[in-house]
T-cell receptor
Framework: DSGVTQTPKHLITATGQRVTLRCSPR?????VYWYQQSLDQGLQFLIQ???????AKGNILERFSAQQFPDLHSELNLSSLELGDSALYFC????????????FGPGTRLLVL | AQSVAQPEDQVNVAEGNPLTVKCTYSVSGNPYLFWYVQYPNRGLQFLLKYITGDNLVKGSYGFEAEFNKSQTSFHLKKPSALVSDSALYFC??????????????FGKGTSLLVTP
């Protein structure tokens, strides 16, 4: 158990809908990262938050957004969902340094029908 | 362009034999290097990392990796494979001076199959 929790574990929804994925980082970790894992794109970095502020953006679509709350949990919002958004979404957390290990949650498997 | 590569989609090894999972990277500067393992329907588990110092890094479950700067490689190794080591292995790199904060760039993954 990495100490990172993600809810829900599974999500099935329809095209055009909006969903919210939730992540709680390990105790004491200030950084939260979101990654998407799909068969065709592999593991891709989406976005990073550090202590409530957006730190870096990767290959995140404009339909996707995220935030980190004062209690450090984070939410990833996916809107106007398309079939191609079906993937495994991971949250990871780490301390503040560049060499800090990122610990991953169990993921949320999203299926868009 | 900066990149990380895992040249083998699959590695097959017999139980008890040594295993190697390859990773190479292309970057100017000194990257931070990581190995993760993913079991079916599970998240990624951290195995080991190289930041600086000794080129041979020891990690969890008996795994180790050797950083080779001249060959820009960071191969994962284990002296004696177990059937339970069968999983998907990812090499990840955090490039120096990256505009992506501390994000990890992952290889495509290598499926390791250890047969009894």
């Amino acid at each position: 158990d990495s100490g990172v929790t993600q809810t829900p574990k599974h999500l099935i929804t329809a095209t055009g809908q909006r969903v919210t994925l939730r992540c709680s980082p390990r105790s004491g970790d200030l950084s939260v990262y979101w990654y998407q894992q799909s068969l065709d794109q592999g593991l891709q970095f989406l976005i990073q938050y550090y202590n409530g502020e957006e730190r870096a953006k990767g290959n995140i679509l404009e339909r996707f957004s995220a935030q980190q709350f004062p209690d450090l949990h984070s939410e990833l919002n996916l809107s106007s969902l398309e079939l191609g958004d079906s993937a495994l979404y991971f949250c990871a957390s780490s301390g503040s340094g560049g060499g800090e290990t990122q610990y991953f949650g169990p993921g949320t498997r999203l299926l868009v029908l | 362009a900066q990149s990380v590569a895992q040249p083998e989609d699959q590695v097959n090894v017999a139980e008890g034999n040594p295993l190697t999972v390859k990773c190479t990277y292309s970057v100017s500067g000194n990257p931070y290097l990581f190995w993760y393992v993913q079991y079916p329907n599970r998240g990624l588990q951290f195995l080991l990392k190289y930041i600086t110092g000794d080129n041979l890094v020891k990690g969890s479950y008996g795994f180790e990796a050797e950083f080779n700067k001249s060959q820009t490689s960071f191969h994962l190794k284990k002296p004696s494979a177990l059937v339970s080591d069968s999983a998907l292995y990812f090499c990840a790199v955090r490039f120096p001076n990256s505009n992506s904060g501390y994000a990890l760039n992952f290889g495509k993954g290598t499926s390791l199959l250890v047969t009894p």
